[in-house]
Nanobody, 126 residues
């Protein structure tokens, strides 16, 4: 079992920055890949970013590449999502999730994630 908890959401103006945190715990939690997903009102949950378990490669959706950065600290057992140049279309509930997956394509697929946090709201008014 892996437990995940997001924090850091809030209301920010367009163009501003925000950093989300996801603390993870549980047996072998550091051995899981981690991802961020988001769900806007009336829309399906979508992939945002992910980081492999070994600090290695990171992956981003086209809509956030170049603006968001994902990184993790396995000592603090925390993953972060640094969000810069925020836009109104970034408004959503953001979830972190853990996956045992190994292939690159799996990191983009929410069905590959076994554990999920409760989510944190990010609002960027237009």
């Amino acid at each position: 079992q892996v437990q995940l908890r997001e924090s850091g959401g809030g209301l920010v103006q367009a163009g501003e920055s925000l950093r989300l945190s996801c603390t993870y715990s549980g047996r072998n939690a550091v051995n899981y890949g981690l991802g961020w997903f988001r769900q806007a009102p009336g829309k399906e949950r979508e992939f945002v970013a992910a980081i492999r378990r070994d600090y290695g490669d990171t992956y981003y959706s086209n809509s956030v590449a170049g603006r968001f950065t994902v990184f993790r600290d396995n000592v603090k057992k925390t993953m972060y999502l640094q969000m810069d140049s925020l836009k109104p279309e970034d408004t959503a509930v953001y979830f972190c999730a853990a996956t045992p997956a190994y292939t690159t394509i799996s990191y983009y697929n929410q069905l590959e994630y076994d554990y999920w946090g409760q989510g944190t709201q990010v609002t960027v008014p237009s």
